[in-house]
């Protein structure tokens, strides 16, 4: 039986799977705050190191969230609940180590780049794991973004020379494994808790996990870098709960896809910010993305009965 907690969410995911404008609209604002807070975390991460990043920015986002969390007077999640936030935010802080890691060691489009295979994988992991039918508009439009990831990344990806180059390939190939559950995790975390539930216990978790290892790995950072932690929590925080929001009301296999979206945000704040170049090729692959965005979110028409002649 849905509690009443869930009632709200699995209610509002069978009116709007049926009409998904709007929790799209919300998942691609919350992709291009991830965008604008990969940047920030680069920053920080080149700093004092991806763990480090990683460890205080969950305690500043579990300080931020904390208000709005006991504001909405949810109280403490069940057991059942607690648990997916446990495993999603374990998940999610390694992975984010391993992505940070990587595009220290490499331009942040192409660490986007590389990332884009866990979409594919978490189509076929929320088939397995959560029931949901894979149509074939879905497939057939991330593999045309994907084609788009292949286009860029060929332009990009000259064959590393050294060996921080590769390290940074690995993590980041790893990390985007570890998206795609991640991804199918985040789907089950919005039907049980509301975004604000999401985001504090995202955050809070990260701390708890990282801080086990932060005497060793995690210097206090400096005032500057603390302001580009804080400034990082609130894009996190605020993305998180966006996306929650829009996985709480649309199908994974309708806004897994509209991951690839983020690498037009990657590519605008890699130039600004850290100078990565803006080629003809990058464009290109954009133009495929963009259009396997399209294709896999198109509703498919509506089956009407024929009558033999």
């Known amino acids: 039986m849905v509690s009443s907690r869930n009632q709200f969410a699995y209610g509002t995911v069978m009116n709007d799977v049926r009409f998904p404008l709007f929790p799209v609209l919300a998942a691609l604002l919350g992709l291009a705050l991830f965008s604008?807070?990969?940047?920030?975390?680069?920053?920080?991460s080149i700093a004092v190191g991806a763990y480090a990043a990683m460890c205080w920015r969950g305690l500043?986002?579990?300080?931020?969230?904390?208000p709005l969390w006991l504001w909405r007077g949810q109280g403490w999640p069940p057991a059942s609940t607690l648990k997916v936030h446990v495993l999603r935010g374990t998940v999610a802080s390694t992975m984010a180590v391993l992505f940070f890691y990587g595009i220290v060691r490499l331009p942040l489009a192409e660490g986007i780049a590389l990332s884009f295979i866990a979409p594919l994988i978490a189509l076929y992991l929320a088939a397995i794991l959560l029931g949901e039918k894979v149509r074939p508009a879905a497939i057939g439009g991330s593999l045309l973004a994907l084609a788009g990831v292949a286009v860029i990344a060929g332009g990009q990806l000259n064959g590393p020379s050294d060996a921080e180059a590769v390290k940074g390939l690995v993590a980041t190939l790893i990390s985007a494994v570890l998206y795609a559950w991640n991804l199918v995790l985040q789907r089950q975390q919005a039907l049980l808790a509301k975004p604000e539930e999401v985001a504090f216990f995202q955050a809070l978790v990260q701390f708890g996990f990282l801080g086990l290892g932060a005497w060793w790995f995690a210097p206090l950072p400096s005032a500057s870098v603390w302001g580009l932690l804080v400034i990082s929590a609130i894009l996190s925080a605020a993305s998180l709960m966006l996306l929650s929001w829009a996985y709480g009301r649309a199908e994974a296999q309708v806004l897994v896809p509209l991951e690839y979206t983020a690498f037009i945000w990657?590519?605008?704040?890699?130039?600004?910010?850290?100078?990565e170049p803006v080629t003809p090729t990058m464009l290109?692959?954009?133009?495929?993305?963009?259009?396997?965005?399209l294709q896999a979110t198109r509703k498919a028409p509506p089956v009407t009965a024929t009558t033999a002649p």
């Open 36 to 44: 604008v807070m990969d940047g920030v975390m680069k920053a920080a």
């Open 60 to 66: 500043a986002g579990s300080l931020l969230m904390l």
């Open 266 to 275: 990657a590519a605008i704040v890699g130039w600004i910010a850290f100078s």
């Open 284 to 293: 290109i692959g954009v133009a495929l993305i963009v259009a396997g965005c």
